[in-house]
């Protein structure tokens, strides 16, 4: 069973597919909520990292639900229904919520940490924009990531 969240290997691949919102426009960056939420927690209250986690989680049930629903109503059997509704959402927990947030979190406390004798609105506010910069560097490599576990994994044992 082919990914149903991997992006198109190339340009004329993708002119000739149909657009995923949830992966090839901005909506894809709801997914990044909680990052934004942990590259912050150093400023704000935890219950807005939280909602971040929330905002997140909860664009990952929609493309889930949306996935779903689509082949559903295309016909498909309950089982392929399944299987693809728990691709979409492995692939999208750990894409854009699990790993990134880990990753941004750790990103966001290594430079809290090394900042740790400067005066408490640098330590707070550098480690929150290294945070911020370092979002648009572990997108790629994490999406590869994912897609190669989920290859390996879950999509071997249901093909």
């Known amino acids: 069973m082919a990914a149903a969240s991997s992006p198109p290997n190339t340009a004329n691949e993708k002119s000739t597919k149909e657009v995923d919102i949830y992966r090839d426009t901005f909506i894809r960056y709801m997914g990044y909520s909680n990052e934004i939420g942990e590259a912050f927690r150093p400023l704000v209250p935890k219950s807005i990292v939280a909602a971040s986690y929330g905002?997140?989680?909860?664009?990952?049930?929609?493309?889930?639900?949306?996935?779903?629903?689509?082949?559903?109503?295309?016909?498909?059997?309950?089982?392929?229904?399944?299987?693809?509704?728990?691709?979409?959402?492995?692939?999208?927990?750990?894409?854009?919520?699990?790993?990134?947030?880990?990753?941004?979190?750790?990103?966001?406390?290594?430079?809290?940490?090394?900042?740790s004798k400067a005066p408490g609105a640098i330590a707070k506010t550098v480690p929150t924009l290294i945070g911020l910069a370092s979002i648009p560097l572990i997108i790629h490599p994490i999406d590869s990531l994912v897609d190669r576990l989920m290859d390996e994994t879950y999509r071997k044992k249901v093909r």
């Open 55 to 115: 905002m997140a989680i909860g664009y990952v049930c929609t493309d889930t639900f949306d996935k779903s629903l689509r082949l559903q109503m295309a016909g498909a059997s309950n089982r392929d229904v399944g299987i693809l509704a728990g691709d979409v959402f492995s692939w999208q927990m750990m894409a854009s919520v699990i790993i990134p947030g880990l990753v941004i979190n750790r990103i966001t406390w290594a430079s809290r940490l090394m900042l």
